[in-house]
């Protein structure tokens, strides 16, 4: 992850602090809280993938459920003066802070199977100096310690502690927690065609695999052919034209992760090129030819608010280490905001894209 990504989490609650009307807060806070697990889920999907489960290890899908009154914390060294109740911290204090739930086991995809198909947790993360509150932000988007959870496909090391005992994890789609197992057994059973050092051997099949109905299979075709800088343009205008949701927003994330250097490769001619005249503007010049010209297009042309979130929320969660690429992801999300006023979209629609467009500090959105 980028040291970015963590410190816009931060900007994310500087944001949201600064809300004085209380309903209003209520439903932003809510709104983000909202993003910030969407962004995770994003993130997990690009980054997974079916190689790394072994029939050594033990790899399982489960809900991964924390007690309500999780995470909870004790203050060492921190003392309350009798004189004037003021709490006193002292050079040296810190606070331990001790996360608890529970695991249950959808369905095991690798190693030995459970003896349970439900697991409690409970451990102390590592002590740190400062006042209450000072969580990193990998603490904070963790669902491990988030009240939310969420569904996940992760790795049960019998040995590990704390944490580490379910790594590494990644979250997903719950809806999608039927398609895990067939996936993997396909990757599996046509591993050489998913390895990055064949993509090109196998392009013509991993570009047929990219309309796969397994989300999970047409994302492992995606990441290879990516991988290998073999994502081709009019496939990918292509297919953020037909998918939705997490599956759109994972196939803009790893178009963009493609298109920062150098130009996008030669355009497979069995689709028609799409139009010349929808993109060209002036602050679109550092992305023409790239695979960020192609999502761009795609914005122009949405004809709702829920592909504009989810195209919008595959572009924030891109890699923003360099200005360029943090201007890249600026200009993209001027479009979506200038098509968000085009389209009229509703509150909860703009709701969201607002707290992304503070968060990335894209340029309010104009008045409709």
Request: negative net charge.
């Amino acid at each position: 992850m980028t040291n970015y990504r963590f410190l816009s989490c931060l900007f994310l609650l500087l944001i949201l602090s600064c809300l004085t009307v209380a309903s209003k807060a209520a439903v932003t806070t809510n709104v983000a809280e909202i993003l910030v697990y969407d962004q995770r889920i994003v993130r997990d999907l690009s980054l997974f993938s079916f190689t790394q489960v072994s029939p050594s290890t033990s790899w399982v899908v489960a809900d991964v459920i924390p007690d309500s009154t999780s995470p909870s914390s004790v203050s060492v060294g921190a003392y309350i003066q009798a004189e004037t109740g003021k709490t006193v911290v002292p050079p040296g204090s810190y606070e331990v802070i001790t996360v608890h739930g529970s695991i249950n086991i959808l369905s095991v995809l690798a190693g030995i199977p459970q003896p349970l198909n439900r697991y409690e947790w409970e451990w102390k993360n590592p002590e740190r100096s400062g006042p209450i509150n000072t969580a990193t932000p990998e603490e904070n988007t963790s669902f491990f310690i988030g009240g939310a959870g969420g569904t996940a496909i992760l790795r049960i090391n019998a040995e590990g502690i704390g944490e580490n005992k379910f790594f590494p994890d990644y979250l997903i789609p719950r809806e999608w927690t039927p398609f895990v197992v067939p996936a993997l057994k396909y990757v599996q059973s046509h591993s050489e065609m998913f390895r990055s050092e064949e993509a090109n051997t196998h392009r013509v099949q991993l570009q047929e695999l990219l309309s796969d109905a397994n989300p999970f299979i047409a994302i492992a075709a995606a990441r290879t052919l990516q991988q290998a800088r073999l994502l081709d343009a009019n496939f990918v205008r292509e297919r953020l034209t037909k998918v939705r949701g997490f599956e759109q927003s994972v196939f803009t994330y790893l178009a963009l992760e493609q298109s920062p250097v150098g130009k996008a490769p030669e355009a497979t001619p069995n689709i028609p090129p799409a139009p010349q005249d929808v993109v060209k503007g002036g602050d679109e010049v550092m992305m023409e030819g790239t695979l960020a010209e192609e999502v761009a297009r795609v914005v122009n042309n949405a004809k709702d608010s829920e592909a504009l979130k989810a195209i919008a929320l595959g572009v924030s969660d891109s890699e923003q280490n360099t200005m360029l690429e943090r201007e890249r992801v600026s200009q993209l999300l001027r479009r979506v905001a200038k098509r968000q006023t085009a389209l009229n979209t509703h509150v909860e629609a703009d709701a969201y894209l607002d707290i992304m467009f503070n968060l990335l500090n894209v340029f309010p959105r104009p008045a409709k």
